[in-house]
T-cell receptor, first 113, second 112 residues
């Protein structure tokens, strides 16, 4: 079944540890995004990639990094996790044309303690 | 920058009609999207508007007025399963065509 997959589904992480959230899509979409969702704040863009080999910063990029080595994968790395990074993280992708919607993965619930 | 406003919460009765409003202030505009998100799940696409007017899709309709920076989502014949959050999102032209900026969402509670 075509779609976008995130791993892990949930994680409890000690502060200061490094963590990579994985995101893979098999729809050959050009654009991919990482959002975090917090109560009362909605979905906020962390980083995005318009096409393989390029990335850009969103609204809340500090403490996060991404790479886009190929079309399918867009991992998000927390170099040294802090409790304020406790959130639900959603990966999304879109074909890249302006009138097309974004498709979301099922989310990763991350708790930093 | 972008500013997108939606009511935080709304309540309605099964079988009724509800209108969820969204206002936006943007430097540019490349389209407005509505998403539905059930608790604990991913957002799913509902509708897209780029030109003024009403787009109808079954029980759901979405309206856009670009001159007023205003959109609404209309849900008819409400069902219990429509209890969810509804997210308004505007495409940001400042990073090309792809980036979506979301409002904080409107939580809709449908009661029997």
């Amino acid at each position: 079944i075509a779609g976008i997959t995130q791993a892990p589904t949930s994680q409890i992480l000690a502060a200061g540890r490094r963590m990579t959230l994985r995101c893979t899509q098999d729809m050959r979409h050009n654009a991919m995004y990482w959002y975090r969702q917090d109560l009362g704040l909605g979905l906020r863009l962390i980083h995005y990639s318009n096409t393989a080999g390029t990335t850009g910063k969103g609204e809340v990029p500090d403490g996060y990094s991404v790479s886009r080595a190929n079309t399918d994968d867009f991992p998000l790395t927390l170099a040294s996790a802090v409790p304020s990074q406790t959130s639900v993280y959603f990966c999304a992708s879109s074909p890249g044309q302006e009138n097309t919607e974004a498709f979301f993965g099922q989310g990763t619930r991350l708790t930093v303690v | 920058g972008q500013n997108i406003d939606q009511p935080t919460e709304m309540t309605a009765t099964e079988g009724a009609i509800v209108q969820i409003n969204c206002t936006y202030q943007t430097s540019g505009f490349n389209g407005l999207f509505w998403y539905q998100q059930h608790a604990g799940e991913a957002p799913t696409f509902l509708s897209y508007n780029v030109l003024d007017g009403l787009e109808e899709k079954g029980r759901f309709s979405s309206f856009l007025s670009r001159s007023k920076g205003y959109s609404y989502l209309l849900l008819k014949e409400l069902q219990m399963k429509d209890s969810a959050s509804y997210l308004c999102a505007v495409r940001d032209p400042n990073t090309g065509f792809q980036k979506l900026v979301f409002g904080t969402g409107t939580r809709l509670l449908v009661s029997p």
